[in-house]
């Protein structure tokens, strides 16, 4: 019996997103692999869950005002996140595919955006059927100077496995 016979069966969504993020006017490209599974519905309500984790990955970008500080901007910044997509409505309605995501994340370092290795990872997007498009911010909510964040806007292409 091999290793998939012995999980149980979960569908998966796989999106592999890419787009621009900014750190205040400071722009810089940024991609995502982010895994979806099986949607469940909270109680007797409208809204529904679904785990995801992402892998990311943030470029750095030269700012000179920031080069001799102790978080520069200069090094890219990969990240681990996971999560909940959190959806309202029945799966065949208009704004089912609209979603917002709450995830926590860690970093493989610190900048001026990110400057602790804890982060909160916020979305809001919609997803069809083979395309997602989302709006993205990570920040440490205020929990370490300095904390100036990236917002960044994704197109993704999705798989289903």
Do not use: K
């Not at 982010?34 to 990955?57: C, K, M, T, Y």
């Not at 970093?107 to 990110?114: I, M, N, P, Y």
Request: with cysteine.
């Amino acid at each position: 019996m091999g290793l998939c016979h012995a999980l149980p069966a979960a569908a998966a969504r796989i999106e592999v997103q890419g787009g621009r993020s900014y750190m205040d006017s400071y722009g810089t490209n940024t991609a995502f692999v982010e895994a979806v599974l099986d949607e469940h519905r909270i109680g007797n309500s409208n809204f529904s869950w679904s785990p995801d984790v992402s892998l990311g990955w943030i470029n750095g970008r030269n700012v000179e005002r920031f080069r001799y500080r102790h978080f520069s901007t200069d090094h890219a910044i990969w990240l681990v996140a996971g999560g909940a997509r959190l959806h309202y409505g029945e799966p065949g309605d208009w704004y089912h595919q609209l979603y917002y995501s709450l995830q926590g994340a860690l970093l493989s370092g610190r900048s001026q955006a990110l400057s602790s290795t804890g982060q909160f990872v916020n979305t809001v997007g919609w997803q069809g059927q083979r395309w997602s498009f989302q709006i993205r911010h990570l920040s440490n909510a205020g929990l370490h100077d300095p904390n100036r964040g990236e917002t960044m806007a994704l197109v993704g292409l999705a798989f289903d496995i």
